[in-house]
């Protein structure tokens, strides 16, 4: 799966305005990227979590995309431990947006120039750190609640 395809955006599909079929949408992002980096695995749990209600929603009619993102996101757990961060409240990002501004928080650090624009909001004081946006103990909590919906 080429990366362009991986980080298609499904914003419209999680504004619930999909053109044509969404398990085309969100197929590219149903499972892990082959080559995880911090930034992309955390690109890939903030993306399943912010699309996980319209896959489990039943508008889908392909019961593999659901097992693929289950099946994806049990794969990364192990990478994400069980543990207590260093982050203060209130560092990790907040997810409070709509889910189609969560999908592209999610695909934008999956490259270096997506990751320039969080870097320099927070240098200007504006934001999450990459290191906060990356944290596996932030990014379990999101993983566990996008595979149990």
């Not at 999680?14 to 398990?23: I, K, V």
């Not at 907040?94 to 695909?107: F, K, M, N, P, Y």
């Not at 650090?109 to 200007?124: K, W, Y």
């Given at each position: 799966?080429?990366?362009?395809r991986r980080?298609?955006?499904p914003?419209g599909v ?10 085309w ?45 289950i ?18 409240e ?18 934008q ?16 004081g504006y ?23």
């Open positions: 799966m080429g990366q362009d980080r298609r955006d914003a999680l504004n619930d305005y999909p053109y044509g079929d969404p398990f949408d969100l197929e590219p992002h149903a499972a892990p990227p082959r080559a995880l980096t911090r930034t992309s695995l955390a690109g890939y749990v903030v993306v399943a979590h912010a699309s996980c209600w319209y896959v489990g929603s039943g508008r889908i009619g392909r019961r593999s995309l659901l097992d693929d993102m099946e994806g996101l049990d794969s990364v757990l192990p990478l994400l431990p069980d543990e207590e961060c260093a982050h203060r209130g560092e990790h990002p907040e997810l409070d947006g709509g889910t189609d501004s969560q999908a592209r928080e999610g695909i650090p999956q490259s270096p120039g997506g990751r320039a624009g969080p870097r320099e909001d927070h240098e200007d934001g999450a750190s990459l290191e906060a946006r990356t944290c596996t103990t932030f990014l379990r909590r999101l993983a566990v609640e996008a595979a149990t919906i």
